[in-house]
């Protein structure tokens, strides 16, 4: 449920989704490489959102892994980069 609801406010734009986090998150997205508390969550966060002028995630089919106390989540996306493709 922690999951699917992260994906929603992302999708969203929800600043709520600080409160699913615990304050030493770790964050790894390819063009930002790892950031560590909610902090460098925000920052991937903007860096992200500011390349994209929308975001949808297909919250049907994720597919939710969990290993100890990590959490993997597959799934699809579509959206618009800030150019309009």
Do not use: C, W
């Not at 999951?3 to 390819?30: N, Q, W």
């Not at 560590?36 to 994720?62: C, P, T, W, Y």
């Amino acid at each position: 449920t922690v999951a699917t609801d992260y994906f929603r406010k992302i999708d969203s734009g929800d600043p709520a989704i600080l409160d699913l986090l615990t304050d030493d998150v770790e964050t790894y997205f390819p063009k930002f490489g790892v950031g560590h508390g909610k902090a460098d969550f925000m920052e991937v966060a903007r860096g992200l959102m500011n390349s994209l002028q929308s975001i949808r995630h297909d919250l049907g089919r994720l597919r939710v892994h969990v290993a100890g106390d990590h959490v993997i989540v597959e799934g699809y996306e579509s959206g618009v980069m800030a150019d309009g493709t």
